[in-house]
């Protein structure tokens, strides 16, 4: 074995023992696993942390628009942005019977967590009312049996409480990237803005969903500083994975795709970072990994996203379960 391969399993070594990965020992990882002896190493070790975490299980979560489009916020990925031609379009709300008809088909198909996803800085009071009206015609509908998530924008500490009340027990709220990178993707609020928010749904008493976007011109230590942020400071139960489609009409259009090679081992470096955190693979999962999707388990993942995305299609309920299935894998439905 070279002294660069075994730097990899000694890294693995130490997480597995429960020591956290130092960022130096982090970068040579990633440097390494762009080789193709490192990158099969890299999934073998995250493979191995996936295992003595959590088994052979894994979870599935689906999410509703609750408002789309016409967003103030310029974030550069985004097509709901109305700074960009796709976003320009009056917000569109859906109503509470489609919300809940949504969240009992992904029910049915044994997805244990739903989420309203809004556009927007915050949610008005008008937004903000339709959201706890459909989420209590979901309880009703789903006889309980879903974890009602939220991912609404930047929170007060009373919308907070009042989510909370109403049944959320998660929410998310993305922190994308790095500090450094956030500040030149987005120009119309702060990465601390996003942290504050954090703070304030930790505070009110939900857990919480935090992770990032990968492909819109990071570099690895955007991506491992994500990653460190997320293990130190904010220790999410949930951080969700999304890998960038290009939109036409957005400064983004144009970005090259991610490997899919690179995609697997910034999963697999997600595990390393956070051994013992469920990783969902969101966005983008169809579009960049194509016939590779089921190697996302091998690189450490534990958890998707089924059925539709917020802008984007996604890929029928049944051909994942039938991949999950092949897999060999058991589906958590307990909240
Ligand atoms: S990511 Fe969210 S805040 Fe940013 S433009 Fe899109 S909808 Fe608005």
């Known amino acids: 074995m070279s002294r660069d391969e075994s730097i990899i ?36 070790h995250a493979n191995q942390i996936r295992v003595k975490h959590f088994a052979n299980t894994v979870r599935l979560c689906a999410i509703g628009a609750g408002k789309v489009g016409a967003c103030s916020e310029d974030c550069k990925w985004c097509a709901q942005s109305a700074a960009f031609p796709p976003g320009r379009t009056p917000a569109e709300l859906a109503s509470t019977g489609d919300l809940s008809a949504l969240a009992c ?25 339709a959201v706890l009206d459909a989420l209590g015609q979901i309880k009703s509908d789903a006889h309980g049996e879903m974890r009602l998530c939220a991912s609404l924008g930047a929170l007060t500490a009373d919308q907070a409480a009042e989510l909370l009340a109403a049944g959320v027990t998660r929410y998310n709220h993305n922190i994308e ?24 749904a930790r505070d009110a008493g939900m857990s ?45 259009a144009g970005a090259e795709p991610l490997a899919v090679r690179e995609i697997l081992n910034i999963i697999a470096m997600h595990r390393i970072m956070l051994p013992t955190t469920d990783i969902k693979i969101a966005g983008g999962r169809e579009t960049n990994l194509r016939d590779m999707q089921s ?14 995305y917020l802008t984007t299609e996604g890929r029928s309920a049944d051909d994942d379960l039938t991949m999950i299935g092949d897999l060999g894998l058991m589906i958590v439905e307990e909240l």
Request: charged share 25%; net charge negative; glycine share 10%.
């Open 9 to 44: 399993a000694r890294v693995a070594r130490e997480v597995l023992s429960g020591r956290d990965a130092n960022r130096e020992d982090l970068l040579d990882c990633a440097r390494l696993a762009g080789e193709a002896q490192g990158h099969y190493k890299l999934l073998y």
């Open 105 to 129: 088909s992904a029910r049915r198909n044994r997805a244990s967590s739903f989420g309203i996803v809004n556009s927007g800085l915050k949610p008005g009071e008008t937004d903000f009312h």
């Open 177 to 200: 990237t790095s500090e450094r990178m956030y500040a030149r993707m987005v120009t119309t609020h702060a990465y601390q803005d996003r942290l504050d928010t954090l703070t304030i």
């Open 208 to 252: 919480l969903c935090v992770g990032g976007i990968f492909g819109i011109g990071e570099t690895w230590e955007d991506r491992i500083d994500m990653g460190l942020t997320l293990r130190d400071d904010i220790k999410p139960d949930v951080t969700p994975l999304n890998f960038l489609t290009p939109i036409p009409g957005t400064p983004l």
């Open 295 to 308: 190697w996302i388990f091998y690189a450490g993942a534990t958890s998707i996203l089924v059925g539709n």
